[in-house]
């Protein structure tokens, strides 16, 4: 399939690529996450390369596989989750903390916010 080199792609320009009816594809955004179009300045729906690439695959699924829209949402999480173990690198440990070290853990985290938010009203105040 040859899809063009554009940033957006209004929802009839996806219709038109992908020979869907523009009431099936916002039905499936509101079945399926993976496809999250930014809304433009006049309300339009604009749908990225990601967003395409999600339908190519749900259209798939649900047309070609004949799977149901629960078990096409299945499959999408499956390859979302080997995709994320693959893109995370090794497997990270979890730390036997005990709730007294989770809390200061968290104690420093506030300090922490506390120390960069202070560092940017300094910021802002010397800009003036």
């Known amino acids: 399939m040859n899809i063009p080199n554009k940033t957006h792609f209004t929802i009839n320009d996806v219709c038109s690529l992908l020979n869907l009816k523009p009431y099936v594809l916002r039905f ?9 179009p930014d809304v433009g300045p006049n309300g339009e729906r604009l749908y990225r390369r990601k967003d395409i690439d999600a339908i190519i695959f749900i259209k798939k699924l649900l047309f070609e596989d004949k799977l149901t829209i629960e078990k096409t949402k299945f499959e999408l999480c499956s390859l979302l989750k080997n995709k994320k173990k693959v893109d995370a690198g090794p497997e990270q440990k979890s730390l036997d903390l005990s709730s007294e070290d989770a809390d200061k853990i968290m104690a420093m985290k506030n300090k922490l916010k506390s120390v960069v938010t202070l560092a940017n009203e300094i910021r802002d105040g010397i800009g003036r």
């Open 28 to 36: 499936w955004e509101t079945e399926f996450i993976e496809i999250t």
